[in-house]
C-alpha cells in the first residue's frame, strides 16, 4: 500500500522550513533538516541535533527519499558504477555514475519505463509504468553522491537525464526536480553541469527554453530525414527532424546554451555516408555538437552496431562538413551500462 506520508526529499528548501515552522519548529531546525537530507541521512532517527519529540512529528508526516538501493555493480576499470534502486510501490529503476576527468557524472531515470518507443531502447520494452516523483529523483542524486563521497570527496558534479524515461514526458516533476538541485542551500549542482535528453517532444522543448534553466540540451535525432526516423522512433511521426531542429535553435537563442543531437549508429540503417551528408546539411550554421555512439546491441533487437570503419567515416564525413562532433565514450559495457539493460538482467533473474 502506497503511504500516504510525504516525500521530504521533493520539497524545496523554503517549504521544507514553512512546514518546520507549521510544526511550532524555528527556522533554523528547517536548515537542519536540510543539511541532514542532503548529507545522505535516510531516517529521521539519526537527525540528532532535533529532539526526540521533533523528530517523531517528523515521522509521522514524511518519509525520506523511498529509494532503496538493491544492488550496485562495479566495472573492472572502477569507472562506471550502476545502481539498482527498488521504489517504495516495487517498481525497480536504475542510475549510474560516471567517472570523467571532470568529474563524477550521474545519470538518472525519470520514469519507471517509457512509452516513446524507440525499437532501440530497452526502457521502453514495457511501455510507461509511471512517472517519478521529484522525491524520487532527487534520491537518485543523494544516494549516489553519498556513496561516491565515500571514496572520492568531490561527489556528483554533473547530472544527465538519460536514465529510463522521457524527461519531457514528466514535464513539471522535472523542472522541479531541476530547480531543487540547482538549489544552493540543497545540492547547488550547476545548470551547466546538467542534461536533459528527449527523443524530440518540440512543445515542451520550447516551453523548456522558457523556464529561465539554462542546462544543456540534448536532443536524440538518430536519423537525418522522418523516413529513417520513422523506422526506429515512433515520435518522429508525432514531430518532424525539421521542427526538432527549430526547437532546438529556439532553445538556444533563448538560452544561450549549444544543444547537442545525440546520433546512436545502427549497422547499415543509418550510419551511411549520405546519412552523414543529409544531417550536415540540415543543421548548417546552428553552433550545435552532434555526440555519435555506436548502437549497443540489446536483446531480441535486429539491430548490429556498426564496424569501427563505418563509424570513422561517419565521423570525418561529418567532421570535413564542418560539423563539430564526438564520438561518446562507451563506459561500463560489462555491467550492462546502457539504458534499462541492468534492470531487465535483473529481472530476468527473478523470472528463472
Ligand atoms: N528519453 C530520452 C532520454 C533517455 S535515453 C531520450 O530519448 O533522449 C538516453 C539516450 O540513450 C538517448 O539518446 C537514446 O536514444 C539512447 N539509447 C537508448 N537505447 C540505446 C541503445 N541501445 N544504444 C545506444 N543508445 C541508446
Known sequence: MKDAREDILGLMPHEIVKRLQEMGEQAFR?????????????????MTNLSKATRKKLEDKYIIGSVKLLEKRISKNGDTIKYLCLLADHNIIECV??????????????????RMGCSFCASTKQGLVRDLEVGEMMAQVVMANTHIKQTDERGIRNIVLMGSGEPLDNYSNVIKFLRLVNHPEGLNISYRNITLSTCGLVPKMKRLAQE????TLSISLHAPNDELRKKIMPVASAYSVDEIIEAGKYFFEKTGRRVTFEYSLIDRLNDNVYDAKELASKIKGFPCHVNVIPINEIEDMPYKRSSESRIKVF??????????????????????GACGQLKRSY??????
Open 30 to 46: 528547517g536548515k537542519q533538516v536540510i543539511n541532514w537530507l542532503y548529507k545522505g541521512v535516510i531516517s529521521f532517527e539519526d
Open 97 to 114: 555514475v560516471m567517472k570523467y576527468n571532470y568529474g563524477n557524472t550521474l545519470c538518472l531515470s525519470t520514469q519507471v519505463g517509457c
Open 212 to 215: 529561465n534553466i539554462p542546462i
Open 315 to 336: 565521423v570525418q564525413t561529418l567532421k570535413t562538413l564542418g560539423v563539430q562532433v564526438t564520438r561518446r565514450r562507451e563506459l561500463g559495457q560489462d555491467i550492462e
Open 347 to 352: 529481472l530476468d533473474s527473478l523470472d528463472k
